[in-house]
């Protein structure tokens, strides 16, 4: 919908509505609109230059005949809105009047008048012709109508909220007008088809555009406690992944490749190889979707140190056993990434020595 505001401030009834004395009108702005009648002007004339002035920027063209209804000579008449034709061809709705502002457009019946509490908008025909032009401004009025209910909180399937003219006469509400039902038939619509289009486009108004929230890195391990310098990475997300995505660095250190994963696609193992004792890496975890493919943000808040055996285990084991350890040969171990294989030999060295002393420690 494309609603330009232009009010008719020189409309007589316009006027009455500012510092009212009528209580119709002070009734009408206390309590807000309850209802809206839907017309159309049955003049064959689709142009809004034709009932609205002054033009806006030019989008709404001169009235070269100056019989706008935003002048007092229009006499007692006022709709809140028009939908039609502006200069340039495309269709939009000028609101004329506040929505809390009684209007005066549908006339009495045998038991009042819906004047008193309903807005009314004019559609404006083109002699019922082009079937273009009616499918847009029955798509424009059925969003205007969506919008007025959202903000006064009315609903457009319940009996008696949005009504043609002719069924406002009907109900003793009314003038004996017949519209919109003709153009409406004409092309294969009806007043109960645009309620229930209009209660259709007050759900998309109601139901907010669901805001995609990216995948989260829930936790991220070692599989081995003692981040020995061979390993593997464990990343936790908090929802399924595509598995097609993702990268995993430690420090500048080239991207980890390979990795496998499990728990329906919400744990993530990719192996290292071959870091440097006693060095702090970060590991920086990025470009992993879900999926939905939305990406998730960087994730560098996880960090370990990889551990450094030399000193802690031949302290351990000279403190605790008296072996003397050859360094060169640990180092040598070290260097091909062994430390596990030998700390477990001297595990099994320090155990039987303690088992001679008559202290069992498990193997």
């Given at each position: ?34 209802g ?47 939908i ?45 012709k082009?079937?273009?032009y ?71 108004l ?10 989260v ?36 250190l ?13 744990i993530f ?5 071959n ?22 943000s ?10 450094h055996?030399?000193?802690?285990v031949?302290?351990?084991?000279i ?8 360094q ?36």
């Open positions: 919908m494309r609603l330009i505001n232009i009010p008719f401030t020189e409309n007589i009834v316009y006027k009455r509505n500012i510092n009212p004395t009528d209580q119709r009108y002070i009734d009408f702005q206390r309590n807000g609109p309850k809206i009648i839907v017309h159309d002007t049955s003049a064959g004339n689709p142009e809004l230059r034709r009932y609205v002035a002054p033009d806006f920027n030019g989008l709404i063209g001169r009235n070269q005949f100056n019989n706008h209804w935003n002048q007092a000579s229009v006499g007692e008449l006022l709709v809140h809105a028009w039609g034709k502006l200069v340039d061809g495309s269709v939009a709705t000028v609101q004329a009047a506040p929505w809390n502002f009684r209007g005066l457009h549908v006339g009495s019946g045998t038991k009042g008048s819906y004047n008193n509490t309903h807005v009314g908008f004019e559609i404006c025909d083109d002699g019922y082009d079937a273009n009616f499918n847009a401004v029955y798509k424009e009025a059925v969003e205007l109508c969506a919008t007025i209910c959202k903000e006064w909180q009315l609903d457009p399937i319940r009996d008696g909220v949005i009504l043609g003219h002719y069924e406002a006469y009907q109900r003793g509400m009314g003038s004996n007008h017949n519209d919109p039902r003709i153009w409406f038939t004409k092309f294969g619509k009806s007043m109960n088809s645009f309620r229930s289009d209009v209660k259709k486009e007050l759900d998309k109601h139901t907010p555009t669901p805001i995609p929230i990216a995948p890195v829930v936790n991220v391990s070692l599989d081995n406690i003692i981040a020995d310098i061979n390993g593997n990475i464990i990343i936790t997300f908090n929802e399924p992944m595509n598995t097609t995505f993702g990268v995993v660095q430690l420090n500048n080239p991207v980890l490749t390979g990795g496998l994963w499990s728990a329906n696609n919400t193992t990719i192996p290292y190889y870091l440097s004792h006693s060095t702090e890496y970060m590991v920086n975890i990025s470009a992993f979707r879900n999926a939905s493919g939305i990406i998730m960087v994730n560098n808040r996880n960090n370990f140190s990889t551990v055996w030399a000193k802690p031949r302290d351990y084991l403190n605790t056993v008296g072996m003397v350890i050859n060169e040969r640990y180092n040598d171990f070290c260097t091909r990434g062994e430390t596990m294989a030998f700390l477990q030999n001297y595990h099994k060295a320090l155990a039987t020595q303690l088992k001679r002393e008559g202290i069992n420690i498990p193997i």
